[in-house]
């Protein structure tokens, strides 16, 4: 069975930092490209940060240089640490992991969610 679980979520104030973290169980970690995911209330849930087997990263143009994800394939786990956090940062953060088949299927998890809350 498949688990991503998030940890790292919390109440934080504007300029903050916090590091998500999610371990996966499950799946042969080191083939999965991993991401972090956001969603705002009444928003649609967006990608914040992609990163491959290679460790090659990819982000959302709005938080390239606050936000770096990196991944431990030893630990199975991969982590989000966000710098100078905003108001339009709160949100609930999925992990997310994606294999990609040779012939273009895909397997797709997500984990439960952690709440990243900013507020003075």
């Known amino acids: 069975q498949v688990q991503l679980v998030e940890s790292g979520g919390g109440l934080v104030q504007p300029g903050g930092s916090l590091r998500l973290s999610c371990t996966a169980s499950?799946?042969?970690?080191?083939?999965?490209?991993m991401g972090w995911y956001r969603q705002a209330p009444g928003k649609e849930r967006e990608m914040v940060a992609t990163i491959s087997s290679a460790e090659s990263a990819n982000y959302a143009d709005s938080l390239k240089g606050r936000f770096t994800i990196s991944r431990d394939n030893a630990k199975n786990a991969v982590y989000l640490q966000m710098n100078g956090l905003r108001f339009e940062d709160a949100g609930v953060y999925y992990c997310?992991?994606?294999?990609?088949?040779?012939?273009?299927?895909?397997?797709?998890?997500w984990g439960q969610g952690t709440q990243v809350t900013v507020s003075s």
């Open positions: 997310n992991a994606v294999y990609i088949y040779v012939w273009g299927a895909t397997s797709n998890y």
């Open positions: 499950g799946i042969s970690f080191h083939s999965y490209l």
